[in-house]
Protein backbone atom coordinates (compact mmCIF):
# COMPACT_ATOMS: atom_id res chain seq x y z
CA UNK A 1 0.00 0.00 0.00
CA UNK A 2 1.74 3.16 -1.18
CA UNK A 3 1.96 6.20 1.42
CA UNK A 4 2.81 9.46 1.18
CA UNK A 5 3.38 11.72 4.25
CA UNK A 6 3.36 14.85 4.45
CA UNK A 7 5.15 17.40 7.59
CA UNK A 8 6.98 20.78 8.37
CA UNK A 9 3.85 22.65 7.90
CA UNK A 10 2.81 25.56 10.22
CA UNK A 11 2.01 29.04 11.47
CA UNK A 12 4.74 31.42 10.21
CA UNK A 13 5.57 35.02 9.49
CA UNK A 14 6.15 37.37 5.91
CA UNK A 15 9.63 36.84 4.71
CA UNK A 16 9.61 33.58 6.96
CA UNK A 17 11.04 30.14 5.61
CA UNK A 18 10.01 26.50 5.87
CA UNK A 19 10.73 23.17 4.68
CA UNK A 20 8.21 20.59 4.23
CA UNK A 21 8.69 16.83 3.73
CA UNK A 22 7.23 13.96 2.13
CA UNK A 23 7.66 10.35 3.02
CA UNK A 24 6.52 7.95 0.56
CA UNK A 25 6.19 4.23 1.69
CA UNK A 26 4.76 1.38 -0.51
CA UNK A 27 6.40 2.31 -3.69
CA UNK A 28 7.89 -0.03 -5.59
CA UNK A 29 8.25 1.71 -9.76
CA UNK A 30 11.17 4.36 -10.63
CA UNK A 31 11.42 6.80 -12.90
CA UNK A 32 8.50 8.68 -11.62
CA UNK A 33 7.72 12.32 -10.95
CA UNK A 34 7.40 14.02 -7.25
CA UNK A 35 5.63 17.37 -6.85
CA UNK A 36 4.20 19.66 -4.55
CA UNK A 37 0.83 21.18 -4.97
CA UNK A 38 -1.19 23.42 -3.17
CA UNK A 39 -4.79 24.79 -2.87
CA UNK A 40 -5.71 27.87 -0.87
CA UNK A 41 -9.18 28.88 0.08
CA UNK A 42 -11.75 29.25 -2.61
CA UNK A 43 -9.07 28.25 -5.20
CA UNK A 44 -8.21 25.31 -7.81
CA UNK A 45 -5.25 23.11 -6.61
CA UNK A 46 -2.45 24.10 -8.65
CA UNK A 47 1.41 22.74 -9.00
CA UNK A 48 3.94 24.84 -7.15
CA UNK A 49 7.14 22.47 -7.85
CA UNK A 50 7.78 19.25 -9.75
CA UNK A 51 11.51 17.09 -9.43
CA UNK A 52 11.68 13.70 -11.96
CA UNK A 53 13.36 10.64 -10.00
CA UNK A 54 16.15 10.12 -12.82
CA UNK A 55 17.90 12.70 -13.26
CA UNK A 56 16.60 15.27 -11.04
CA UNK A 57 14.98 17.77 -13.46
CA UNK A 58 12.95 20.44 -11.49
CA UNK A 59 9.83 22.79 -12.54
CA UNK A 60 8.55 25.66 -10.61
CA UNK A 61 5.54 27.48 -10.73
CA UNK A 62 5.85 31.43 -12.01
CA UNK A 63 4.55 32.52 -7.92
CA UNK A 64 7.41 30.84 -6.62
CA UNK A 65 10.01 30.70 -8.82
CA UNK A 66 13.33 32.04 -7.24
CA UNK A 67 12.19 31.44 -3.53
CA UNK A 68 11.18 27.53 -3.38
CA UNK A 69 13.41 25.16 -3.99
CA UNK A 70 12.08 21.07 -4.62
CA UNK A 71 14.70 18.40 -4.17
CA UNK A 72 14.92 14.89 -3.29
CA UNK A 73 16.88 12.19 -1.10
CA UNK A 74 16.27 8.69 -2.63
CA UNK A 75 17.88 6.78 -0.16
CA UNK A 76 15.65 8.22 2.53
CA UNK A 77 12.55 7.86 0.00
CA UNK A 78 11.86 11.73 1.01
CA UNK A 79 11.24 14.55 -1.07
CA UNK A 80 11.64 18.19 -0.26
CA UNK A 81 9.93 22.02 -0.42
CA UNK A 82 12.38 24.29 0.81
CA UNK A 83 9.90 27.62 1.16
CA UNK A 84 11.74 30.74 1.67
CA UNK A 85 10.51 34.65 1.34
CA UNK A 86 7.03 33.62 1.91
CA UNK A 87 4.19 35.76 1.25
CA UNK A 88 0.70 35.81 2.77
CA UNK A 89 -0.17 34.25 -0.52
CA UNK A 90 1.80 31.27 -0.14
CA UNK A 91 -1.21 30.64 2.79
CA UNK A 92 -2.54 27.37 1.42
CA UNK A 93 -2.58 23.33 1.67
CA UNK A 94 0.65 21.66 0.87
CA UNK A 95 0.11 18.18 -1.25
CA UNK A 96 2.76 15.68 -2.31
CA UNK A 97 1.58 13.88 -5.48
CA UNK A 98 4.14 10.93 -6.66
CA UNK A 99 3.30 10.33 -10.86
CA UNK A 100 4.17 7.79 -13.02
CA UNK A 101 2.09 7.68 -16.40
CA UNK A 102 -1.58 7.71 -15.29
CA UNK A 103 -0.71 6.34 -11.85
CA UNK A 104 -0.57 8.73 -9.44
CA UNK A 105 -0.63 8.82 -5.25
CA UNK A 106 -1.56 11.88 -3.14
CA UNK A 107 -0.85 12.99 0.55
CA UNK A 108 -3.09 14.15 2.70
CA UNK A 109 -1.66 17.45 2.82
CA UNK A 110 0.06 20.09 5.48
CA UNK A 111 -1.38 23.47 6.06
CA UNK A 112 0.96 26.59 5.99
CA UNK A 113 -0.44 30.00 6.77
CA UNK A 114 2.05 32.92 6.11
CA UNK A 115 0.81 35.43 8.72
CA UNK A 116 2.18 38.57 11.07
Known amino acids: QVQLVESGGGLVQPGGSLRLSCVRS????????ASWYRQAPGKERELAAA????????NYADSVKGRFTISRDNAKNTVYLQMNSLKPDDTAVYYC?????????WGRGTQVTVSS
Open 97 to 105: NYRRGATEY
Open 26 to 33: GFTFSRYV
Open 51 to 58: ITDADGIT
